[in-house]
């Protein structure tokens, strides 16, 4: 490591649009995160956006994402229509309390919160710092690294906004909470916002997020989220990502894990130009359980990248983790499951598996699992596979009459099932087995039940 | 309905079968029979297309069409079906999704409308009846997991569905206790129809005892040797291939 820092044009130029612009930013937030901008500014100053000398992103080259130009918006842009006339979620008997989020900004429908009758919470991050600050005040920045991930680190420097949920102690709520990410300017734009995910102790719920692009424009989001689940509390995350090909997204997730808590995420890359999902679990109560789902579809030069890391705190806590892709054209992706026991943390069990099918000889996959176990009665296993459809299987078929297209189409769509069965919300199941058979069979080339045909 | 003249077909270079002629009329039960290695298989790969077996010499017609100038999917569904030697596991397919893609290409191939989900799950029913499959298989991946026994009666539940002109039998026998070997064979009898024809190819004879054969040909180095009528399974059976073998190639 050298200590010589040169500054890249591009962290200058995002420095002093902070400084800049650091009324405009405070101004539209609130005292909770803006406390934390100065010294966040500072970890970017050091960090910068990470390179791929930086061992965590070897296969994803983030630099040239910011090459182009965007425009960055500090306050909630005026748009001169109604999203519900251009966008409708195409899940219709999925039936979830919906959150909207335009351009890294919550969009309300009236209110800017919204309580339930047995008091969960969701709406707008900032309002909620205002409204219910002992709730967000503690936790609020306290999983994200700002330290270690230059990234993360500019996030919470210029994050505004973002998604709350709060489901209190006990509460189980069967509907769904939909965010749904929405992408709209007719200029690039770069958007940067920050969930916030509280599971009291013993409650349960489901969130679902589906990011979205609406117009062709270029898109660069980088999102923080950060989840709480409290003892015995269950927290099932979905998240379906389908934009354009002009669109980049960084996303980085942080979960902390009680006793006994359930966490199941699933990550579905459906499609995008350019994607890393940085997800790190921690595993700090005893019989905590974290599933981690994955899969990703991607062709022509699209690019996927998946980093996870599964930190296992303390004794008897189990996680399992599934990715899956599929790899067309010059498609190219990345898994990295790091897997960590720490000393003391006792009958672990922690598996992962990473399957790939590469359907040309242009596309490339690098996959790469990292367990560092520092216990001694611990159950652990991985496994990464990177192969093409299997010839024997596909002729079993044809000689059965199914045609040659049709019959590679059920051996993908197969390949995938696997990953999307794990999720349990039985409309949303279905809903996504045909999103992925449409998607495979390019039927999904744009998004879906979007009028605008952006790519 | 099929009609082999002087096939010749080689595997990686090495000519497996040197000038086959066969004749298979509508409504006949063919065996092939014949040693590890006389090429039995090879000609099964032949008619159903499989690309690593390369036909150097002859021709195959079937009810009159070209066969070796098409693709799998297409003899499959003028009407060819294979039982394999060794069934391939397909997992995460399920055996619902696989038949109905299945039937369905048929029915478009004779120009008919899909099935509908029930009448389609009404046919599964029956057929697997037909072959006496337990239920649960078919709500499993292809094969996936199935015992030796278990595939070939999946196998014999496919052609149920598929109700194929010419079924051929690959080696359908081999790994069957008697009681499956019993369950396959009368699945085959209940499907046999006038205007049907089957080619059973097998090494013994006992499959025989239940599938009785019009015909019986020896394969023997790549050429059929010998023909002649059920008795001929029976001789080999008592004598061996040795004296088939040891004889003419005429």
Redo the contacts between chains.
């Keep these: 490591m050298s200590n010589k820092t040169i500054a890249t044009p591009i962290r200058e130029e995002l420095i002093n649009l902070y400084q800049n612009n650091l009324d405009l930013i405070t101004r539209g937030s609130a005292d909770i995160l803006n406390q934390h901008r100065q010294e966040a500014l500072k970890h970017f100053n050091l960090l910068d956006i990470p390179s791929q000398k930086n061992e965590n992103y070897k296969y994803s080259k983030i630099e040239p994402l910011f090459n182009y130009e965007y425009e960055k918006y500090f306050a909630p842009k005026r748009i001169a229509f109604n999203v519900d006339d251009i966008f409708r979620c195409g899940i219709p008997e999925l039936d979830t309390h919906l959150a909207l989020v335009l351009n890294g900004f919550y969009l309300p429908k009236g209110e800017k919160l919204i309580t339930l009758p047995n008091g969960l919470i969701f709406g707008s991050l900032a309002e909620a710092a205002v409204r219910f600050p002992n709730l967000v005040k503690d936790r609020y920045n306290s999983l994200a690294k700002n330290q270690t991930d230059g990234l993360v680190a500019m996030n919470t420097a210029f994050a505004q906004d973002g998604v709350f949920i709060y489901v209190p102690r006990n509460v189980v709520e069967s509907k769904p909470i939909q965010i749904i990410n929405l992408l709209m300017s007719d200029t690039n734009q770069m958007v940067q916002y920050r969930n916030l995910i509280v599971v009291e102790d013993g409650a349960q719920t489901n969130v679902l997020v589906c990011d979205h692009t609406l117009s062709p424009n270029r898109f660069l989001s980088n999102v923080v989220t950060e989840v709480f689940v409290g003892s015995n509390a269950q927290l099932e995350f979905v998240k379906m990502q389908n934009e354009h090909n002009d669109s980049a997204q960084l996303t980085h997730t942080y979960a902390h894990q009680q006793a006994d808590s359930r966490l199941v995420t699933n990550v579905l890359s459906l499609h995008g130009g350019f994607i890393r999902n940085n997800l790190a679990v921690t595993l700090a109560g005893e019989g905590a359980d974290a599933q981690l789902y994955g899969l990703y579809l991607t062709d022509r030069t699209q690019h996927t990248d998946n980093f996870t890391f599964i930190d296992h705190a303390v004794p008897n806590c189990t996680s399992n983790e599934l990715y899956k892709g599929i790899l067309d054209d010059q498609a190219t992706g990345a898994f990295n499951g790091k897997i960590m026991v720490r000393r003391d943390a006792q009958k672990t069990q922690a598996y992962q598996s990473n399957n790939n099918l590469l359907l040309t000889a242009d596309a490339r996959m690098n996959t790469k699992p990292q367990l560092e176990i520092y216990a001694d009665d611990v159950k652990c296993s991985h496994g990464a596979t990177v192969g093409q459809l299997d010839m024997e299987a596909l002729f079993y078929m044809r000689a059965r009459g199914i045609g040659e297209r049709e019959a590679k189409l059920l051996l993908m769509f197969g390949f995938a099932h696997d990953v999307i069965k794990r999720i349990s919300i039985d409309t949303l199941r279905e809903r996504i087995d045909d999103m992925v058979n449409k998607r495979l069979r390019g039927e999904l080339s744009r998004c879906h039940n979007c009028p605008m045909h952006c790519c | 309905m099929l009609t082999i003249k002087d096939l010749h077909a080689k595997i990686n270079d090495k000519e497996i079968l040197k000038g086959i002629n066969l004749e298979v009329k509508a409504g006949e039960i063919h065996a092939i029979m014949g040693p590890n290695g006389s090429g039995k298989s090879t000609l099964a790969s032949v008619l159903?297309?499989?690309?690593l077996v390369e036909v150097t010499h002859g021709s195959v017609t079937f009810n009159g069409k070209d066969l070796l100038e098409m693709?799998?999917?297409i003899?499959?569904?003028e009407g060819i079906?294979?039982s394999?030697q060794y069934?391939?596991?397909?997992?995460?397919?399920?055996m619902v999704?696989?038949m109905k893609?299945?039937v369905n290409?048929?029915r478009k191939?004779r120009g008919l409308e899909p099935l509908s989900a029930s009448d389609f799950l009404k046919m599964m029913r029956e057929r697997k009846e037909l072959v006496e499959i337990d239920s649960a298989l078919t709500n499993r991946?292809?094969n996936e997991g199935f015992s030796g026994g278990e595939k070939k009666k999946n196998e014999i539940f496919?052609m149920a569905m598929?109700e194929p002109k010419l079924a051929i039998l690959d080696e359908t026998d081999s790994g069957l206790d008697i009681d499956a070997l019993r369950v396959v064979a009368n699945g085959v009898n209940k499907l046999k129809r006038p205007d049907n024809t089957v080619i059973v190819i097998t090494h013994y004879q006992r499959l025989l005892d239940y599938i009785v054969p019009d015909y019986v040909h020896v394969l023997y180095n790549g050429r059929i040797v010998k023909s002649a009528g059920k008795e001929l399974a029976l001789e080999l059976e008592e004598k061996g291939y040795d004296w088939i073998k040891k004889g003419d190639n005429a």
């Design positions: 159903t297309g499989r690309e693709a799998p999917e003899r499959a569904r079906f294979l394999f069934p391939i596991e397909i997992p995460g397919v399920s999704n696989f893609a299945a290409e048929h191939y991946s292809v496919q598929l």
